[in-house]
């Protein structure tokens, strides 16, 4: 009924930047929070950043000042900016948000596959 569909991520130099987008589609009457989360290889997937139905932020403090997220009702996408990049951002990103369907009033949570970003030389 909903599927999110993650983009934006490539390779990218240290120091460099990447914009990731999620969008959502299907049976959907509203969005509520929107998140990010990543996986680096050998860990658990850790959260990264939201944004609630009104603009309102939070991030780890990994990326506190680097990344941005922001969203755009209308498309209903959700993006995460991503600036000065490391080598210990290398993760795949996966995107996260809660749904109200047309058939209830409550949010329901749902995953996107995920993105591969990669930061080397």
């Known amino acids: 009924q909903v599927r999110l569909v993650e983009s934006g991520g490539d390779l990218v130099q240290p120091g460099g930047s990447l914009r990731l987008s999620c969008t959502a589609s299907?049976?959907?009457?509203?969005?509520?929070?929107m998140a990010w989360y990543r996986q680096a290889p050998g860990q658990q997937r850790e959260f990264v950043a939201n944004?609630?139905?009104?603009?309102?932020?939070a991030y780890t403090d990994s990326v506190q000042g680097r990344f941005a997220i922001s969203r755009d009702n209308a498309k209903n996408t959700v993006y995460l900016q991503m600036n000065s990049l490391k080598p210990e951002d290398t993760a795949v990103y996966s995107c996260?948000?809660?749904?109200?369907?047309?058939?209830?009033?409550?949010?329901?949570?749902?995953w996107g596959q995920g993105t591969q970003v990669t930061v080397s030389s």
């Open positions: 299907g049976n959907i009457f509203s969005i509520g929070t």
């Open positions: 944004i609630d139905s009104h603009g309102g932020t």
């Open positions: 996260n948000a809660l749904v109200a369907p047309y058939s209830d009033y409550r949010l329901w949570e749902h």
